[in-house]
């Protein structure tokens, strides 16, 4: 349920944003969520990086589909239209208002029930159509809601919480972005803020879907022994292979954080992402050897995160579709109309 | 030796028609038999425009496999003087150029009527009847002997039939030279050639039978006006003319010319010619599911959004429409129904998903429909869609039908009032934010069960969470009965203010006073009015209603209480409107009588006769 308003709780000095707003005004109503669950650590990311990156709320929308993790909207930006739309259609429904109204800045946030079971098709077509939209998914790799299945992402041999054990391959929907053909793909970790702030604001300055696949343990359902997406199985097996500092765009570089290691990428906005490596041959430009990199810590049972790949050149839906750069909601009717004299004209051949 | 182009001097006549034969001057049916692929559209095109230019009354009807290449595939041109457009289930002259279909086509003519094939072959013993006048010309063979390109033959043997057709129906040769310059503009070479066919046809038919025959076109008046136009053509118009600039789509037949010529009418006046830009936005989506999906999305950001679509596609996408429905979002959905169900039949017609448009989706769900009869109304419809989905913020079905969409239709010449404006319904800017002291979704502030709703990006004041799943006035979640209870009870009032709001139903009141109505929609409508002008010569008088739309306004309840026998016409099995009337009005079951067409063909007025007869025969009867 989300019809609980949270109070405000301001307080004299607290930071402002370069739009003059407080923290407080990225957030939400309160969250009813399981206490510990792993997407209100993800809220408290999103509303640290709208308002770090000091986005307007007004003129953001708030996408998702059905599931724990759809519900997630309501709890920040409270600012924003918000839109809870069919179970795995959230892709279809960003796509048409993106259309519609290509200004927006769009985040969507889906579970992994909802991107890669129902929502799969979309999941993999919005990609394709490389829509203008932040994609989180807030993976536990279990059906919350409806009391413990195994999704579409659990591990072989991970184990539920009745004892059933999965065999059946999991979906990666990492390296499915990737081969897809996705921009901007990322992995992320609702217990590492510090990786995961930054990876949002870099995925809503990315130009095109940004998709960041958040491991964000299922404290009822998932959170046990023998589990591949409990907290303490994702710590012991996370593996950072890179860290994406965001830099917007009026701050001027002044140093990489470590000599050698920076590589700085220009998005659209003018704002960069200077990625520092941490495996020394990691690469986020090479697709074929990403791929390779994700194949093998799968083999060992690893969680890699980080910036995965990136490709800043990629058209856009709208570049694709040739739209006018002003949204297609601003024009005047008579913009659209051709008016009786070319019905007139239009009509000639028909006789 | 080819003939110089241009020349009209026919070679002098060698037989006689048989005195059997019956005179019909511009009242007669041509059906034409090939195989598809071959390039015959564009000949049958020609053959209709000359009949429309001659001042005849004309309709085409493209009887067409589900298939691209190879497959019989038949196109049957009505000219009528009185200008009765629906199909003729009678054929007059067949152009039986495919010897696959000898058979059927010969059994198709009726008696007196002419067969006419091509005689390069030997005549095939299949064709033998003597009631009809059987015609062979060598078409392939002149063809053949004429044109060196192997590629180019295909076409002109179809262009060549045209030129036997002048010459056997007495068609204008100047209008057909006129036509084909008309066509061909930008490339002369091609109006020659095309002109040596036609006079390779119009010299040999000449040749082999007195011309005209008695069956034939005479100039007449009575196409000023008019205009040749498919349905589905028309709704692209009204969908550019309506303001729409987002279309989703995922291609599906009969449906997919829509958006195709949507498309094109955009490249043409939405794009700007310096830059390129353009002023709309097509997706085409991976499925129906997502193609709904994003005309929700686009509705609610505050585009004219729309996705055409048939049976087997609104199945597809019942979750968004229910979806839509309960957070009221307007939408605006064309089914161009085809023959079900599931594949079913995907080139032949049928009103078959009128029950499954109204109440499309899970739970106590209920959308307007509206029927357009033809293509003036399919654009007329198309933006009286927008304007209700908007005024109604709701999902809005045009339920159009292959005969309409994909069929050539005679209509008076579309007018657009330059005075139009889109009917935005209540959507709040900021001005208006200012003057509210909070902004609520769903709160019924005037009482005609329409709440005001806001759009994203333009205010924080008016931000809101669209939810499909139970909400309040206010908009908030709720599992509270009454809240729940409250919010669903205001959506029918909304339906109370839809049915003031659609299209009202057309009465035709019968020459005398009668008991006994008839109902019908959509593409029964030609029919019916010829039926009934056939029926009245007979002495059976009905008054007859064209429903335009659903929710049925009052004009639809009175017309059935002051009648003691209702027939409704029905495109479908399973009495789909009958179904609907008995539901949704207070008439007696017993007084609806059904009259039902179902078998993928366009409804013909005899079939109306043959229901009204029988009934009436029956109850003389008993």
Not at chain 1, 122 to 139: K, S
Not at chain 2, 281 to 306: H, K, N, P, S, T
Not at chain 2, 360 to 374: I, M, N, V, Y
Request: aromatic share 8%; with cysteine; charged share 20%.
């Amino acid at each position: 349920m989300t019809f609980i308003p949270k109070p405000r709780v301001g307080y004299p000095g607290q930071p402002r944003n370069a739009l003059g707003l407080t923290k407080e005004d990225y957030e939400g109503s309160l969250s009813t969520l399981c206490a510990g669950c792993g997407h209100d650590s993800i809220t408290a990311a999103i509303v640290q990086a709208f308002f770090e990156m000091a986005i307007d709320p007004t003129g953001v929308i708030k996408m998702s589909g059905i599931g724990c993790s759809s519900k997630t909207p309501a709890y920040f930006l409270s600012g924003a239209h918000g839109f809870n739309s069919v179970h795995g259609r959230m892709p279809a429904v960003a796509t048409g208002a993106l259309a519609a109204n290509r200004d927006l800045v769009c985040i969507g946030v889906s579970g992994d029930g909802d991107a890669l079971s129902i929502g799969f098709g979309q999941f993999a077509h919005a990609i394709r159509r490389n829509i203008d939209m932040l994609y989180l998914i807030e993976n536990n790799g279990v059906y919350g809601l409806t009391k413990g299945q195994f999704s579409a992402s659990a591990d072989p041999g991970s184990k539920a919480k009745r004892g059933e054990i999965n065999r059946q391959q999991a979906i990666d929907p990492v390296a499915v972005a990737i081969t897809l053909g996705c921009g901007f793909v990322a992995r992320g970790f609702s217990g590492d803020k510090e990786q995961l702030v930054p990876l949002l604001k870099a995925g809503l300055a990315h130009r095109g879907l940004a998709l960041i696949d958040i491991i964000s343990p299922c404290v009822t359902f998932n959170d046990h022994e023998g589990s591949t997406k409990s907290y303490a199985h994702t710590r012991s097996h996370y593996r950072p292979a890179i860290f994406a500092d965001f830099v917007p765009p009026a701050d001027e570089i002044l140093t990489t954080q470590s000599p050698g290691e920076g590589r700085r990428v220009v998005l659209h906005d003018g704002s960069s992402i200077v990625l520092r490596r941490i495996e020394a041959d990691f690469d986020p430009a090479d697709r074929s050897g990403v791929l390779a990199r994700l194949d093998a810590s799968r083999a060992k049972g690893e969680v890699l995160t980080g910036l995965l790949y990136l490709n800043e050149e990629l058209p856009e839906m709208h570049d694709v579709a040739g739209t006018c750069r002003t949204p297609l909601t601003a024009l005047d009717y008579a913009a659209l109309n051709p008016g009786s004299e070319a019905l007139a004209e239009i009509q000639r051949n028909m006789r | 030796m080819p003939n110089p182009p241009g020349r009209l001097t026919p070679m002098p006549a060698t037989v006689q028609h048989p005195p059997a034969m019956e005179g019909k001057i511009n009242d007669f049916v041509i059906k034409i038999a090939t195989v598809n692929g071959t390039g015959s559209a564009s000949a049958n095109q020609l053959l209709m425009k000359a009949l429309f230019r001659m001042g005849i009354p004309v309709t085409g009807k493209n009887l067409f496999p589900s298939n691209i290449q190879g497959l019989p595939t038949w196109y049957e041109i009505r000219a009528n003087a009185a200008g009765h457009g629906a199909r003729s289930a009678a054929v007059d002259v067949m152009v039986a150029m495919n010897a696959q279909t000898y058979t059927q086509d010969l059994r198709e003519v009726a008696g007196g009527g002419v067969l006419l094939y091509d005689a390069t072959w030997p005549r095939a013993r299949q064709l033998q009847r003597d009631d009809i006048t059987i015609i062979g010309l060598p078409l392939a063979r002149l063809v053949n002997e004429h044109f060196p390109l192997a590629r180019v033959r295909i076409l002109m043997k179809n262009i060549a039939y045209v030129g036997a057709l002048a010459a056997l129906l007495d068609l204008d040769l100047e209008i057909v030279k006129t036509l084909l310059e008309e066509s061909f503009a930008s490339k002369p070479k091609l109006v020659t050639a095309n002109l040596e066919a036609i006079m390779l046809g119009y010299n040999a038919a000449r040749a082999a039978i007195d011309c005209p025959l008695p069956i034939r076109a005479t100039p007449l008046t009575a196409t000023a006006g008019k205009i040749l136009i498919d349905g589905n053509s028309a709704a692209a118009l009204g969908c550019l003319y309506a303001g729409a600039t987002v279309g989703a789509w995922y291609p599906i037949t009969p449906s997919t010319s829509l958006m195709d010529a949507f498309k094109a009418y955009c490249e043409r006046y939405r794009t700007d010619p310096e830059s390129g830009e353009r002023r709309y936005c097509i997706i085409q989506a991976e499925d129906e599911l997502a193609a709904a999906g994003m005309v929700v999305g686009a509705g609610w950001a505050g585009a004219r959004a729309f996705t055409p679509t048939s049976g087997p596609g609104i199945s597809l996408m019942n979750e968004l429409i229910g979806f839509a429905y309960y957070t009221e979002i307007p939408a605006v959905f064309f089914d161009i129904q085809r023959v079900g169900p599931s594949t079913g039949m995907p080139t032949r017609t049928q009103q078959c998903d009128v029950l499954a448009c109204a109440f499309a989706s899970h739970g106590d769900t209920r959308h307007p429909l509206l029927f357009p009869a033809d293509p003036g109304e399919c654009f007329t419809f198309a933006a009286a869609a927008f304007d209700l989905a908007e005024r109604l913020q709701t999902p809005v079905f045009v339920l159009s039908d292959l005969d309409i969409g994909m069929n050539d239709w005679m209509i008076d010449e579309l007018t657009f009032d330059d005075h139009y404006r889109p009917d935005r319904g209540k959507v709040l800017g900021a001005a208006e934010l200012d003057k509210l002291e909070k902004f609520h979704r769903y709160l019924d502030r005037d009482g005609d069960g329409i709440a005001w709703r806001t759009l994203p990006g333009v205010d924080r004041r008016g931000a809101y969470f669209v939810r499909g799943s139970g909400h309040n006035r206010y908009g908030a979640y709720t599992e509270d009965a009454a809240e729940y209870q409250d919010v669903v009870d205001r959506l029918l009032g909304k339906w109370q203010t839809a049915r003031r709001l659609v299209p009202a139903a057309e009465v035709h009141r019968a020459a005398r006073r009668t008991p006994l109505g008839i109902i019908a929609y959509g593409s029964s409508n030609a029919a019916v009015r010829e039926a009934l002008s056939i029926l009245a010569k007979a002495g059976v008088h009905l008054d007859y209603l064209r429903l335009k739309a659903f929710p049925f306004g009052d004009e639809v309840e009175a017309f059935l209480a002051e009648h003691q026998s209702v027939y409704v016409v029905d495109q479908n099995r399973d009495a789909q409107m009958k179904s609907l009337l008995t539901l949704e009005t207070g008439v007696e079951k017993c007084k609806l009588h059904s009259i039902l067409h179902y078998n993928g063909l366009p409804l013909p007025a005899q079939a109306v006769v043959a229901g009204i007869e029988g009934a009436l025969n029956t109850e003389a009867v008993a």
